[in-house]
């Protein structure tokens, strides 16, 4: 059965739901059914690139933990 993360418009809470079908899913703290289905993504992640290597050794060096890096 899938289970899903919720936020409760109401109360503000989140919670983990099971849904079957066009069930409407209820909050399990205040009764409300305005719940808002939150994407399964991991939280926290960015698609911005890392901190910038430039300046701490040649270019193309990954830095002292890569084997790439030449000393
Ligand atoms: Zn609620």
């Known amino acids: 059965m899938p289970l899903y993360e919720f936020v409760c418009q109401k109360c503000d809470c989140e919670q983990e739901l ?3 079908g ?3 899913p209820q909050c399990e703290a205040c009764g409300s059914e305005k719940l808002a289905r939150l994407l399964s993504v991991p939280a926290g992640h960015t698609a911005a690139p890392g901190p910038s290597l430039s300046g701490s050794g040649p ?3 990954c830095g002292t933990g890569c ?3 030449p000393g």
């Open 18 to 20: 099971l849904v079957r």
């Open 22 to 24: 066009e069930e409407q």
């Open 59 to 61: 270019p193309g060096s």
């Open 67 to 69: 084997g790439c890096f």
